[in-house]
């Protein structure tokens, strides 16, 4: 007896398992005496229904777990869809990579004034040419080419006759770059250029000089001596102008219409 209860338990929990049991909607109801199951029609007699059945699902603890992954947005129907300009956010361009080498130029460093000069500033290298010179420098070019061989009075009485000439300034012009020109030094081989200077020390000494006469003006014992020539040689022009002095082997004048042109 108890053999046989339990194999009807196993009977039913296996047939539960396996999906065996089917549940049915059952609608009994006594027609001529009879009892009928399995069917379903209302009072006024229209036909039976399709018998409702419930499937159970086994549950199988082993099985692996599977999510089901929600629908889009583009899925849903009027949702926004992610390639909409709206929601498409603008990032910024990539800045450009570093360079790898920086060249960046300076600017030359301003020559020192005359008075810094004479207070010991260091003295500029020579120009390769007298192209955008300052009257400084065309007074140290101008005493290094003609006197730099001759004392220091008589490299000063070079730098004086330029700017006596720079003082008549209808004649000659403004400034001292202007007579440093080939008319008036023979030392110049066009308009801005020169021999090379090689020697340091003289052009120290020149630029020294020019920084004193810069300062001073023309020198008094000269009485305006605005024309020299070297005692190798005697000029035509020479006669028509007043001697003033000689100084080393240089021959200085004045010349009577330089106070006309004033």
């Known amino acids: 007896m108890i053999r046989a209860f339990l194999a009807m338990a196993f009977t039913v929990v296996a047939a539960w398992q396996s999906s065996g049991l089917v549940f049915t909607q059952a609608d009994e109801r006594v027609t001529g005496g009879q009892a009928q199951l399995g069917t379903n029609s209302d009072a006024r007699g229209t036909a039976p229904a399709e018998p409702l059945a419930l499937a159970a699902?086994?549950?199988?603890?082993?099985?692996?777990?599977?999510?089901?992954?929600?629908?889009?947005?583009?899925?849903?129907?009027?949702?926004?869809?992610?390639?909409?300009?709206?929601?498409?956010?603008r990032g910024s361009q990539m800045p450009l990579p570093r360079?790898?080498?920086?060249?960046?130029?300076?600017?030359?460093?301003?020559?020192?004034?005359a008075a810094q000069i004479l207070d010991g500033a260091r003295i500029p290298a020579p120009p390769a040419s007298l192209q955008n010179a300052s009257d400084l420098t065309c007074i140290a070019v101008a005493i290094y080419h003609e006197a730099r061989d001759q004392t220091d009075?008589?490299?000063?009485?070079?730098?004086?006759?330029?700017?006596?000439?720079?003082?008549?300034p209808h004649r000659w012009g403004r400034t001292a770059c202007d007579s440093v020109v080939p008319v008036q030094f023979s030392f110049m081989t066009s308009r801005y250029d020169y021999p090379p200077i090689k020697d340091m020390e003289s052009w120290k000494k020149a630029v020294q000089f020019a920084a004193e006469a810069f300062l001073q003006g023309p020198m008094r014992e000269l009485r305006g001596a605005?024309?020299?020539?070297?005692?190798?040689?005697?000029?035509?022009w020479a006669p028509r102008m007043i001697r003033v002095?000689?100084?080393?082997?240089?021959?200085?004048?004045?010349?009577?219409?330089?106070r006309l042109s004033l």
Do not use: E, K, M, N
Request: aromatic share 6%; no cysteine.
């Open 226 to 236: 605005d024309h020299y020539h070297t005692t190798a040689v005697s000029p035509d």
């Open 153 to 168: 009075l008589g490299q000063r009485a070079v730098a004086s006759v330029i700017l006596q000439r720079a003082a008549v």
């Open 57 to 89: 699902t086994p549950y199988d603890p082993w099985a692996p777990l599977v999510v089901q992954p929600a629908p889009l947005a583009q899925d849903t129907p009027g949702a926004p869809s992610p390639q909409d300009p709206a929601l498409v956010l």
């Open 99 to 113: 360079p790898t080498g920086v060249v960046t130029t300076r600017p030359h460093p301003r020559p020192p004034s």
């Open 245 to 258: 002095r000689v100084i080393d082997d240089h021959v200085f004048y004045a010349d009577p219409r330089s």
